[in-house]
C-alpha cells in the first residue's frame, strides 16, 4: 500500500470516529492516560496544523508557538474538519513527498513523515474509537502497511517517551490488533487494567 493511500484511508477513520462523539464524551478518558477525548483531538488538529508548514520545509523555529494550546475553539469537529482538510491538501500536493522536513529529532524524510502522521491518524483513531465506546476506525491493510514500516523501529523507542512498551499478543491476531498492541495500548483493556 502506498503512502497517500494509507493516510487517506486512516484520515478517513480517524474523521469518521471524530464525528460519533457526543457532548458529554468530550471530557471522556481514553488509552492516552493524561488525555481526555478533547485534549486527544487537540493533539490531532495541532498535528494537522503543523504539516503544510512542514511540508513546505519551514523549520521548527520558523513555525514557533503559533499551534501550542488549545485550538479546539467552540467548535470542536469543525476545527478538526479544517485542520484535517489543510493537512491532506498539504500532503497531496506535487512534490509535497520529496526532500527532507524538519521534526523534533531533528530532519527526516518528508516520507517517512508522511508514515508518522499515518500511524497518528490510526493509532489516535483507536484510542478515540475506545474513549466513546464505537466501532474500531483501523484499516486492515493500513495497520499491515503500519506494521511492515514500525516493527523494525521498534526496539529503537524504549525509553524516548514516545510509546509505552510492546503489549503481548497472539501471533495470528489481527493487523491492526497487533498496530495497536505494537504501540503499547493493550487490545483486551483499552481504558486501563
Known amino acids: 500500500m502506498r503512502l497517500l493511500e494509507a493516510h487517506g484511508i486512516a484520515m478517513a477513520g480517524f474523521d469518521r470516529v471524530v464525528h460519533e462523539i457526543t457532548e458529554e464524551q468530550w471530557s471522556h478518558p481514553t488509552p492516552c492516560t493524561e488525555w481526555t477525548v478533547q485534549d486527544l483531538l487537540n493533539h490531532l488538529v495541532s498535528e ?8 513546505r520545509k519551514y523549520t521548527l523555529a520558523e513555525v514557533g508557538d503559533r499551534f501550542d494550546g488549545w485550538l479546539l475553539g467552540d467548535d470542536p469537529v469543525t476545527a478538526w474538519e479544517q ?5 491532506r491538501s498539504a500532503f497531496t500536493a506535487a512534490g509535497a513527498l520529496h526532500g527532507k522536513v524538519h521534526v523534533t529529532g531533528g530532519e ?3 516520507e517517512s513523515y508522511g508514515w508518522q502522521m499515518t500511524t497518528d491518524l490510526t493509532v489516535h483513531g483507536w484510542d478515540l474509537a475506545m474513549a466513546i465506546g464505537t466501532d474500531d476506525p483501523v484499516d486492515q491493510n493500513v495497520a499491515r502497511a503500519l506494521l511492515a514500516e514500525l516493527e523494525p523501529q521498534v526496539d529503537d523507542w524504549q ?5 509505552d512498551p510492546p503489549v503481548p499478543v497472539d501471533e495470528d491476531a ?3 490488533t497487533r498496530l495497536v498492541a505494537l504501540l503499547g495500548r493493550n487490545p483486551r483493556h483499552p481504558l486501563g487494567p
Open 83 to 87: 485542520a484535517a482538510a489543510v493537512a
Open 159 to 163: 525509553g524516548a517517551g514516545i510509546f
Open 174 to 176: 489481527p493487523a491492526g
Open 108 to 110: 527526516i524524510e518528508a
Open 48 to 55: 494537522q496544523l503543523w504539516a503544510p508548514w512542514l511540508l
